[in-house]
């Protein structure tokens, strides 16, 4: 059955570095999303894409981040310089196209990255 | 969803009896789709079931329903013959294009 796989598993960054997470969604989906999750909190939504631009952020999605689609298979979120509270666990997400089914589809998690800065 | 709200922070069950946990979600949308998704200690998030809200029969899947009821903005997860595995995080979800998660509900299987 087809997964959404995402890269590191895990990662441990000094404050002001850059990361970039990766994620690989399932083949045939067209919109993608990036969730996180402060360790013993809900999950927020941050960013969701489609047709190779941003389709709505989050107030936490500010200038530090942004995401790219680099090639047909790849969607990275990329942290510019990382702070203490940007420890989480992110979540890429992928669903098939809501408009060909009129409604929202099912989105499938990947693993997560568990990001820890220090 | 605008809100997703699971008064449950921790329920717990004994092995191969019923178990339900509760969702209540507030929107202004007209089309949006409401989920449970299961995290395991792995911290992955694992779909359980779905409902689309312009569908009047609750879902199933196996173990696991949901009791939908849209007017009052409810949406529970009837867990069945419960087993070992179960024990998790319980997220409830909704929305139409983003999702708005719930705080989850911690689910305790005792042998």
């Known amino acids: 059955e087809p997964e959404v796989t995402q890269t590191p598993s895990h990662q441990v960054t000094q404050m002001g570095q850059e990361v970039i997470l990766r994620c690989v969604p399932i083949?045939?989906?067209?919109?993608f999303y990036w969730y996180r999750q402060i360790l013993g909190q809900k999950v927020e939504f941050l960013v969701s894409?489609?047709?190779?631009?941003?389709?709505?952020k989050s107030e936490i999605f500010d200038d530090q981040f942004s995401v790219e689609r680099p090639d047909g298979s790849n969607f990275t979120l990329k942290i510019r310089s990382t702070k203490l509270e940007d420890s989480a666990m992110y979540f890429c997400?992928?669903?098939?196209?809501?408009?060909?089914?009129?409604?929202?589809?099912?989105?499938?998690f990947g693993p997560g990255t568990r990001l820890l800065v220090l | 969803a605008q809100t997703v709200t699971q008064s449950q922070p921790e329920m717990s069950v004994q092995e191969a009896e019923t178990v339900t946990l509760s969702c209540t979600y507030d929107?202004?949308?007209?089309?949006?789709?409401l989920f449970w998704y299961k995290q395991p200690p792995s911290r992955q998030m694992i779909l359980v079931i779905r409902q689309e809200a312009y569908k009047q029969q609750n879902a199933t899947e196996n173990r696991f329903s949901v009791n939908f009821q849209k007017a009052a903005k409810s949406f529970s997860l009837k867990i069945s013959d419960s087993q070992l595995g179960d024990a998790a995080m319980y997220f409830c979800a909704g929305g139409s294009e983003k999702l708005v998660f719930g705080k989850g509900t911690k689910l305790t299987v005792n042998p």
């Open positions: 083949s045939n989906h067209l919109y």
């Open positions: 997400a992928s669903s098939t196209d809501p408009d060909a089914a009129r409604y929202q589809e099912t989105q499938y």
């Open positions: 929107t202004s949308e007209s089309d949006y789709y």
């Open positions: 894409f489609y047709n190779n631009e941003i389709s709505e």
